[in-house]
């Protein structure tokens, strides 16, 4: 039943196309009865040679008939082919779109490796289902299903033998998949480790050159694919004995319908033209029975691929927008949090009754050991989860109510580890706002301090920078992901350890840009470095998900608490009023 279900799911995902799809189900339909027809036109045309009666009639309408089936299949093949081609690539994409919206908790469990091979996997399972549906399998199907009848209507006995048979083959394959079914979901979880232990090595493949992991991570790999065969090997013999089943079942019934087809025919109960089309039968019933089991092995075999691939296109977003959102409308920036609370799944951790009012244009900075709060704190701000009570505003507008796009186009982000794509340093740069002329790209890049390396580097704007910036130095990525956000002018800014890749030299110039950057917008700051937030309007002091302290650096210090021993422990003095600018 689970495969049934699988294979009718699979079927479905054919409805953006349904007037093609049915008109190849019609197609099929027809070269199925023609198939049928050509046994019966054969004993025939040997019952009118046999009897001196005229044959071309008949071996005409053979002909033609056999004709209509070849440019029928061809038609059909060609058809089919290209709808289950569009269908796979329609399918990659939206499940695609779909991924990328997953909560970052999603792909830190499951990994990208898993991730990958889920998506091609999964829409290449899906690809040739269809297309053997619509090419091989339906006929095949129609043929059975009007053969059994047709044979019983011209003689039950040597029907019967073609009944059992059929009887055989299914309940072989029924025996089969039962044996087999626990066996073959471990394949495909050991073939998800596997290519997830591949996209964790590679990801990381500096550590494993560095640290000597070469023969360590091969052996682990091996070790997996051991297991992965372990698994594999009972459930490659089974269906191999199937097939030993199943060929002497044929073998058998080819012998049974001549030996009973002479002894009837010495009764004069058949002919030896009815005789003919019932060995056409046979050979027709094996094709097909052979083919639908075929068939039945390697979609029990991707089941699970499949049922994964539809987990991953059904699989629930961090945030669901709301039917009747608007576009949110910033015009100052006003930030605040309502009493938010939120706790991980399975943990004691999350951030509990979190309220605070950021002013237009002010700073706010978040500060407090790993693990106090500080990053899920503002992943609610851009919507990436959602709390499990509190609400927050921005200028008035409840986030949930407005659109997703409106409300990160308003949020401009540098992050702690920059984010950056194998592409070249303009694009990367282009993220922040697509639309962006060449000037202005210059610009941004010219304010982040990124200018003087990029044009020494070749190609200078079109140099691609490797996979999430390996041609660059630590401080490069950061001034790339600093001109991003220039570039992008969003009213609200998310500093997350933004100068931490820096040297002490290169962090002030970037901090100078910041500066500039953050004039006239709403901030937030998160951050361990404690001299990056000492000018904040307000201090927000986080520990096991509490808002502890608050209040500018000087009252805080003031306070004698924890603030006071982090600026302690890190040898920071209190800082000197900004100059004006």
Excluded: C
Excluded at 341 to 364: E, K, L, N, W
Excluded at 458 to 483: C, D, K, N, T, V
Excluded at 521 to 541: E, G, K, N, P
Aim: aromatic share 8%; hydrophobic share 50%.
């Amino acid at each position: 039943m689970n495969l049934l279900r699988t294979y009718l799911k699979a079927l479905s995902l054919l409805a953006p196309e349904k007037w093609l799809a049915s008109g190849l189900v019609l197609a099929n339909v027809a070269i199925g009865l023609v198939q049928l027809l050509e046994p019966i036109l054969f004993g025939r045309v040997v019952d009118a040679l046999a009897g001196g009666k005229a044959a071309f009639p008949l071996i005409g309408l053979w002909a033609g008939l056999g004709l209509f089936s070849i440019l029928g299949g061809v038609v059909v093949a060609v058809a089919a082919d290209r709808l289950a081609h569009r269908q796979r690539l329609s399918v990659l994409a939206n499940v695609f779109e779909r991924v990328i919206t997953l909560p970052v908790a999603f792909h830190a469990e499951r990994g990208s490796g898993t991730v990958v091979r889920t998506l091609l996997a999964g829409s290449d399972a899906l690809f040739w289902m269809w297309l053997t549906f619509l090419r091989e399998h339906l006929a095949a199907l129609v043929s059975i299903g009007f053969l059994i009848p047709t044979a019983i209507a011209m003689q039950p006995l040597l029907a019967a033998i073609l009944g059992v048979l059929s009887i055989i083959y299914v309940v072989a394959n029924v025996i089969v998949v039962q044996r087999t079914t626990g066996g073959q979901d471990a394949v495909e979880r050991y073939n998800q480790d596997v290519f997830g232990r591949v996209g964790d090595v590679l990801g990381n493949v500096t550590v494993v050159q560095s640290f000597a992991r070469l023969h360590a991570e091969t052996s682990a790999l091996r070790s997996l694919m051991g297991h992965l065969l372990k698994v594999q090997y009972p459930v490659l013999t089974w269906w191999a004995i199937l097939t030993v089943m199943t060929r002497a079942s044929a073998t058998i019934t080819m012998v049974a319908i001549f030996s009973v087809g002479a002894l009837l025919a010495e009764k004069g109960a058949v002919t030896v033209g009815e005789i003919v089309s019932f060995v056409g039968f046979a050979t027709l019933l094996i094709g097909k029975l052979d083919q639908l089991s075929s068939f039945v092995s390697r979609i029990f075999n991707q089941t699970p691929t499949i049922q994964n691939f539809f987990h991953l296109l059904e699989a629930p977003g961090a945030a669901i927008e709301a039917p009747d959102a608007v576009e949110l409308k910033v015009n100052g920036g006003r930030v605040i949090y309502e009493d938010i609370s939120f706790q991980f799944p399975g943990s004691t951790q999350g951030v509990f009754s979190i309220d605070f009012d950021v002013p237009p244009g002010a700073t706010i900075a978040l500060v407090g050991s790993t693990g106090s709060g500080k990053t899920t704190t503002l992943t609610f701000l851009q919507r990436l989860r959602d709390p499990d009570q509190g609400r927050i505003t921005i200028d008035g507008q409840d986030i949930r109510e407005v659109t997703l796009k409106s409300l990160r186009d308003s949020i401009g982000i540098v992050f702690q580890e920059a984010g950056l794509f194998n592409r070249s340093i303009a694009e990367n740069i282009l993220i922040g706002r697509p639309g962006a002329t060449q000037d202005e790209v210059m610009a941004a890049a010219r304010l982040a301090e990124a200018e003087e390396f990029i044009e020494k580097k070749p190609g200078g704007f079109g140099f691609i920078i490797g996979e999430r910036g390996a041609a660059l130095s630590g401080g490069e990525r950061q001034r790339l992901a600093i001109a991003r956000a220039l570039l992008k002018n969003a009213p609200i800014l998310i500093l997350d350890e933004a100068t931490s890749a820096l040297d002490t030299g290169t962090e002030a110039k970037i901090k100078r840009a910041l500066d500039a950057l953050r004039r006239g917008r709403t901030t937030f700051i998160i951050a361990h470095r404690l001299s990056t937030v000492a000018h904040a309007d307000q201090i927000l002091v986080l520990e096991q998900g509490r808002i502890i302290e608050r209040g500018t650096f000087r009252e805080l210090v003031a306070l004698n608490g924890l603030f006071a021993q982090m600026v302690r422990d890190g040898g920071f003095q209190e800082p000197e009023p900004p100059s004006p600018s």
